[in-house]
């Protein structure tokens, strides 16, 4: 558990950052320039707050009124940060175990092969960071953070630098560790549909000020986040179990709760768990299940909210799985969709992302 | 004598090779580690009288070589206020000894040495020393496992430099501790008697060449080390450019 009370003020940015964390995976939310990294920067120990404390587990790492602050090195506080800061001079084995080495043998909870297997990076333990990708690089600086069996790891935007397809190669490693790797990690990113691939569990940050904390289904529905996660790009991600794959036609059939949902076609083994993208703008309502139309995804639903942003309106669909649908105003004061109404939710199946191709 | 040619070199010449080597050696040597320590600090912290401690580092640079000599004689001269004081406790004389003559030529060399570290060591990145911190390293660990490996390119292109520059010193050391044959008078010392004395512009071209060549070769191992280097912190053999 993390409490956090710290104010940083910089040039005319400030930062003041309440909450409690007590989920294991956090996702801090919030767009460019509200202050996700210096947070970040701020409980790591690479800047120093002006005032408040930062209190991890019970220990005290920051208060100014105790006149505490524990350096850097001694926080054992893990980061991955957006560049992966591989030292160029040391080779993939020596980097990993930069901070392994500094370890006592009983404080190293994980084991040097544990991670490399788990990161599939034994290939490259010879090379140079020179000569690795982008996505290479990421699991390296990922296993040689965890390495260091940190209390906690912080993840800087780490899918940030890289294109669409090696996000998507990165994901599942990244969910992997959580899975299987018992620390607790705060991911920051802009972008909703990686942070609820981790979890549900976010925190949201504007012009330096946590707007909420909880729940993504639960604080959605503020409408301080509501507009802002709206401005950001609302992307609902869905879980969903792999059934049947039809590789001429190009597409998988999955499921959701009771309804089928076809998407293009993945490579994932039968039954097992797939996640996917689906922005809400890309999702039309119908009051009844047309024919004779080329959405072949209609999913029926129960309405369980509606709120408005600016000439928009976002409504809230259970069709097993909460579901926000980006309509406008117009359209629903034509249609009547009123609270508990029963909709059809018609999704084109190219407009459905996989989020990870490996599974 | 049958065997000798106008390129065989007299015993006063390869004596005054072999100490402008020595005196560059241990100039060199001595000039390692306080020119790294004051390049790190000139590079990384901020600290009252840091553009004074800047200023009188790159002093040497500026000032004709007469001058630096001049002072060190005032000061460690038999007559000078530390030189005086060393004869009396200890009895050691540094004038007009080759110890006196790396002196010389480190507070010659010293500022070359520092200018490049300098340079080399506010190029590397602070990010990975902060990454290298955040795995749990102390910041004198940093220091030597990322900051130091990264910047040796640089410290090694300013020892070089400063080898260099201590074989070609002459003012600061004729006026420091004179031209004594086979104690102080080093290459370019031994090249300015030769062509004092008639007939001895021979000599004196002997050595004018056996100086370029040993310039020409300084360069030639420095470029090398630095390539070598260079590579090594995995940055591609061109300067400073990134190939990754």
Redesign the interface.
Known sequence: MIDIDLTRVQGNFSLHAKCMLEAPVVGLFGPSGAGKSTLLGLI???IKPNAGHLILNGETLFNDKQAINV?????????V?Q?S?L???LNVRDNLE??FN??TAKDRHLGFNQIVELLEIGKLLTQ????LSGGEKQRVALG??LL?SPRLLLLDEPLASLDVRLKHQILPFLRRVKDEINIPMIYVSHAIDEILYLTSHIAMLDHGEILAVGQFNEVIHDQQVLTLAHSLGLENVLHVQVLEHHPDDGFTVTRLASQQINIPLVNSAIASIVSLSVAASNIALSTHKIKGVTIQNQLVGTVTNIQRVDTRVLISVDIGHEIIAEVTAKAIHDMQIELGATVYCLIKTQSIHPLATIA | MATATIFTLSPAEVEALMLSTKVAVYCTLAICIPGVAVAWLLAKKSFFGKSFLDSLVHLPLVLPPVVPGFLLLLLLGSQGFIGKWLQNTFGISIAFTWIGAVIASAVMAFPLMVRSTRLAISQV?T??E??????????I?VFF??TL??SMPGIITGLILAFSRSLGEFGATITFVGNIEGETRTLPLAIYTYTQVPGGDIAAMRLVILSMVIALGALMISDLLERKATQ?????VLHGKD??
Not at chain 1, 128 to 131: G, T
């Open positions: 790591a120990g690479l350096p850097l090195h001694q926080r054992r506080i893990g980061v940060f560049d800061r030292f160029p001079h930069y901070g500094l370890l140079k960071p020179h000569q040689r953070a260091t | 990145d990010g990975l902060a990454a290298a911190q955040s795995l749990g390293a102390h910041p660990r496992t990322v490996p990264l090594r912190i995995g940055r591609g190939t990754a």
